[in-house]
């Protein structure tokens, strides 16, 4: 079993940054493929990024690509999400996941969500 705990989010100003962090239990967090996703209200979950369990590689939606950055610590069981040149329509609850299998491979634990507020 695999837990979740995200922290970070909150209100903040059309232009502002947050960074957003995803406490994972469990001794292989190393292995695990790490996302992040967001919901806005009324709309569907989505993708946001992804760090391979290593952290040589990342992928991002479009939609932020170059604000946001996501990095991983394994020595702290922590993923992390740097989000820059916030926009009010980043404003969703942020969800963290781990995959066991790798990239590309599904996630298949989530944690319970972090709100992100943006404002004009």
């Known amino acids: 079993q695999v837990q979740l705990v995200e922290s970070g989010g909150g209100l903040v100003q059309a232009g502002g940054s947050l960074r957003l962090s995803c406490a994972a239990s469990?001794?292989?967090?190393?292995?695990?493929?790490m996302g992040w996703f967001r919901q806005a209200p009324g709309k569907e979950r989505e993708f946001v990024a992804a760090?391979?369990?290593?952290?040589?590689?990342?992928y991002y939606a479009d939609s932020v690509k170059g604000r946001f950055t996501i990095s991983r610590d394994n020595a702290k069981n922590t993923v992390y999400l740097q989000m820059n040149s916030l926009k009010p329509e980043d404003t969703a609850v942020y969800y963290c996941?781990?995959?066991?299998?790798?990239?590309?491979?599904?996630?298949?634990?989530w944690g319970q969500g972090t709100q992100v507020t943006v404002s004009s």
């Open positions: 760090i391979s369990w290593s952290g040589g590689s990342t």
């Open positions: 996941a781990a995959g066991l299998n790798g990239l590309g491979h599904g996630y298949d634990y």
């Open positions: 469990g001794r292989t967090f190393s292995s695990y493929a």
